[in-house]
């Protein structure tokens, strides 16, 4: 007995042990409940993903591609790192096939780089199709040095079904669920850290003279980080590398002695060689690099050579500081987020503004629409950052200075303890939109708290705790980032009614008489403030008339075969953006309403050895579906309609028989990219540019509306949804 206790006890220490050594889910066993979906696996493509528990070669789960149309493609995948040494990479797993016509099956290897794709394989010339049980493939490729990522997956094209199942990535025949990775370089700039309780810098009384020689130092500090070859190989930690040269620079009394420090100090990252791979600005590039501030006619003759000199020997290829996302928007890598940062620290309030400065200066896409001149905006705002004299006063400026790029993406939720506390923690029951320039009452978080409130809907909020509407509205449009005036409304509003108070007095309007109430005021957590409007309803339902309508808020990916059956007859469609999608439908969905494959928008994207450099890229189509939609489609928007959302909406615009209804949306387009300041503090850009094929704008300008309505006091109170009506009637027109 002893000796079989001692069998089973080994034998249960290996099993844990073998589960502990599982790193990557290549089985599909691991399950996410929230998302429905093999846990870390993604899904590319347009046909239906699903985890499948009936079919499987062992275990209890398959990773399962149905096709939903012709012309397409369905892709289930999973990222690995590519931490690991070899010469040779095998992927081996298992598939079953289901009616496979007009394409093919198969498993797939993408590896890339930090910019592109560098091997491949599906098996598209296998030509695996028709029915077949369960059965054992492999691919294998050379391994590159240069490997970033591994991207291992399944792949179905034309129709039928595709099961995959027991996935096994070997490199030079170890499997990677056990292989040690391999030591990743150390950077001296990590290794750094002499500054992280405090800069140690004390900026002296600031005159016109101090903050000129500020602003060029931010400036030649930026353009040193993002272009000097010994400071992108990650050999200084950049922001220490600023306090080590400020005590110095903060004492020259001239010009020639300022200018002098600064050449000494880039002389002290040594001489480069020449650079054999930098190449001059595209003569196309629609925004070039901004090296304007040479010109200055008080600058040191040697100086400006120096400058230039690396500019045309400049980093080209990986950089510790920038790469690019996986949407080719910038990434911001290594920038210490510095979250025990003191109360009152020049030299860090400092290092905020050159930072976030010369971010956007180089890398955000739509600098140019801006509505004060960027070169203009770091001299502003160094006395703003170096006379913050505690953390809401560094959290304000800062909230000031993002204000300034003008992009809804640019959020200040996180991190910014100090100004959201001074918000409020408490919130109201009621929803307002400021309608016809007026703060009206729009709906409930809960219903239930409607007779607490003592407000109806349509109701006119005139004056919080004795403040006019449009006093507090001037005292804190700067602290709302917007693209536009709609979205920063919409924000405001959001915030308006907060406090720290349990209530709150409010003047208002109500059936034309004036009234006053206490308004009680909640935590977030007990209104629901997200999800009140969450149902378990379908998404689409058939309206009188024969007309479809459907809410992008709720609907799922397999939904959609079942929109297009269900509406294939009707007079029009009615699809309602005025809220952020849940499910990504610009293909699946939008190639339903195109005659033919269709160019929708185009991106412009930074260029990684040209900091300041964007370019076009060719026009994104939207593919023709097997069956063309023949009725009427209407789209709604309006303020709420944001990023994904917006980027819907251009993907349904391409239909020729199109009309958008309603009202200008967010103007916040991109994919997103984050920037951290010093003291924890997050925020975002629109990190691509994104126009329409023609080249026409749509960052700050936002989906401008063919048929323009926005909702009215009276049509609320009467409960109408005055922009569904109308797009109603534009299909019976």
């Not at 054992?136 to 490729?141: E, G, M, N, P, Q």
């Not at 956007?360 to 502003?380: A, I, Q, R």
Request: hydrophobic content about 35%.
């Amino acid at each position: 007995m002893r000796q079989i206790f001692l069998i089973l006890l080994s034998l249960f220490c290996l099993s844990c042990s073998s589960q502990t050594e599982r790193k990557y889910n290549l089985d599909f066993e691991d399950y996410d409940e929230l998302y429905m979906f093999p846990k870390d696996w993604f899904a590319w493509g347009d046909y239906t993903l699903t985890a499948d528990t009936t079919t499987v070669h062992s275990g209890k789960f398959s990773g399962k591609i149905k096709a939903t149309k012709a012309g397409s493609f369905g892709s289930i995948g999973y990222r690995i790192p590519a931490n690991y040494e070899g010469t040779s990479i095998q992927l081996e797993g298992y598939m079953k096939l289901k009616n496979v016509a007009n394409g093919f099956g198969g498993l797939l290897i993408r590896i890339d780089d930090d910019q592109k794709s560098i091997a491949f394989d599906n098996m598209e010339s296998q030509h695996i199709k028709d029915t077949k049980d369960w059965q054992h493939y492999s691919i294998t490729l050379p391994y590159p040095r240069e490997a970033e990522n591994i991207f291992i997956g399944g792949i179905l094209t034309g129709t039928g079904e595709a099961w995959f199942d027991d996935f096994v990535l070997t490199i030079d025949g170890k499997d990677v669920q056990t292989l040690a990775e391999k030591e990743k370089p150390v950077f001296k700039a990590t290794l750094d850290n002499e500054f992280e309780l405090g800069s140690k810098i004390d900026v002296p009384k600031l005159d016109e003279a101090l903050i000129s020689n500020l602003e060029l130092l931010g400036t030649v500090w930026g353009f040193l980080k993002y272009n000097h070859p010994e400071v992108c190989k990650g050999n200084y930690n950049w922001d220490f590398e600023l306090f080590r040269m400020l005590p110095n620079y903060l004492k020259t009394t001239n010009k020639i002695e300022r200018d002098q420090i600064l050449l000494q100090w880039i002389s002290k990252y040594g001489e480069l060689d020449k650079c054999t791979e930098c190449k001059k600005t595209s003569p196309e590039a629609f925004i070039k690099p901004d090296l304007s501030w040479l010109n200055a006619d008080d600058l040191n003759p040697e100086l400006k050579n120096k400058i230039e000199y690396i500019y045309q020997n400049r980093c080209q290829g990986k950089h510790f500081y920038i790469k690019k996302g996986g949407a080719g928007n910038p990434d911001f890598s290594n920038e210490n987020i510095y979250y025990s940062l003191p109360s009152d620290d020049d030299g860090f309030q400092l290092l905020a503004l050159y930072r976030y400065w010369n971010m956007v200066h180089y890398f955000f896409p739509s600098k140019y629409l801006t509505d004060n001149d960027w070169n203009g905006v770091l001299k502003e705002y160094i006395p703003k950052f170096i006379n913050a004299k505690n953390k809401f006063e560094y959290e304000l400026a800062s909230i000031e200075l993002i204000g300034e790029i003008n992009d809804t993406h640019a959020s200040t939720s996180v991190g910014f303890s100090n100004v959201q506390y001074k918000r409020g923690n408490l919130y109201p029951p009621i929803l307002t939109q400021f309608i016809d320039e007026q703060l009206v009452v729009t709906d409930y978080y809960k219903p239930e708290l409607k007779g607490a409130s003592q407000v109806e809907t349509g109701d006119v909020i005139t004056h919080i705790e004795g403040k006019s509407i449009n006093t507090i509205l001037d005292s804190i449009r700067p602290y709302y980032p917007a693209s536009n005036d709609a979205a920063k409304r919409r924000n405001i509003a959001y915030d308006i009614l907060r406090s720290n108070k349990e209530q709150i007095r409010i003047d208002y309007i109500s059936n034309n008489q004036k009234k006053a109430a206490l308004l009680p005021l909640y935590e977030k957590s007990a209104l629901n403030m997200r999800w009140y409007k969450w149902t378990d309803e379908p998404c689409y339902k058939l309206l009188d008339g024969n007309i479809g309508y459907i809410t992008l808020a709720f609907i799922k990916e397999e939904d959609i075969a079942l929109i297009k059956e269900t509406f294939k007859n009707t007079k029009g469609i009615i699809i309602d953006i005025r809220n952020y999608p849940s499910t990504f439908v610009p293909f699946t969905l939008g190639s339903y309403f195109v005659s033919s494959t269709t160019p929708f928008v185009k991106f412009t994207k930074f260029n990684l050895d040209n900091p300041g450099e964007f370019n076009f890229t060719a026009p994104l189509e939207i593919p023709k579906d097997a069956e063309t939609y023949r009725g009427k489609l209407v789209v709604l928007v309006n303020e709420d309609t944001q990023s994904q959302a917006e980027y819907t909406a251009m993907a349904f615009r391409a239909g020729a028989n199109t009309t958008i209804v309603g009202s200008t949306t967010a103007g916040a387009d991109g994919n997103v990219s984050s920037i951290y300041l010093p003291g924890g503090l997050l925020t975002n850009i629109s990190g691509n540019g994104v126009y329409y094929p023609d080249g026409t704008q749509t960052q700050r300008v936002g989906i401008i509306p063919d048929v323009e309505v926005t909702p009215t006091i009276e049509g609320l109170k009467k409960g109408r949804d005055e922009v569904l009506e109308k797009a109603i009637e534009v299909i019976n027109e």
